[in-house]
């Protein structure tokens, strides 16, 4: 069974940068896309990012696109989200998952609904 781990959170600047870690158990990680999510303060959890299972393809929606990026190393079980000129908007608590069934695709990712694997969160804030 699939599980999944992150790490990396932590307050930070504006205009700094942070690497999130999601780490996996379980299973073979490289036959699953992973989406990173991010729940601010009141507000409904929001899709970021995503890179696919064998990490040749990585999509981040509008409102991050040029500073998020994900990425992944399989031989380690593991998937990052490279955060640069982060915001006072960007802080929440930030959220790797996994799709219900074994897919390797960021189909339709933005999508909290449609992942079933979540794991714990990790806190970022951004203050100066």
């Known amino acids: 069974q699939l599980q999944l781990v992150e790490s990396g959170g932590d307050l930070v600047q504006p205009g700094g940068s942070l690497r999130l870690s999601c780490t996996a158990s379980g299973v073979r990680m490289a036959s699953y896309a992973i989406g990173w999510f991010r729940q601010a303060p009141g507000k409904e959890r929001e899709g970021l990012s995503c890179?696919?299972?064998?990490?040749?393809?990585?999509y981040s929606t509008d409102s991050v696109k040029g500073r998020f990026t994900s990425s992944r190393d399989n031989g380690k079980n593991t998937v990052y989200l490279q955060m640069n000129s982060l915001k006072p908007e960007d802080t929440g608590v930030y959220y790797c998952?996994?799709?219900?069934?074994?897919?390797?695709?960021?189909?339709?990712?933005?999508?909290?609904?449609?992942?079933?694997?979540w794991g714990q969160g990790t806190q970022v804030t951004v203050s100066s």
């Open positions: 998952a996994a799709k219900p069934e074994a897919s390797p695709y960021c189909s339709r990712f933005a999508r909290p609904e449609l992942f079933a694997t």
């Open positions: 890179v696919s299972g064998r990490g040749d393809s990585a």
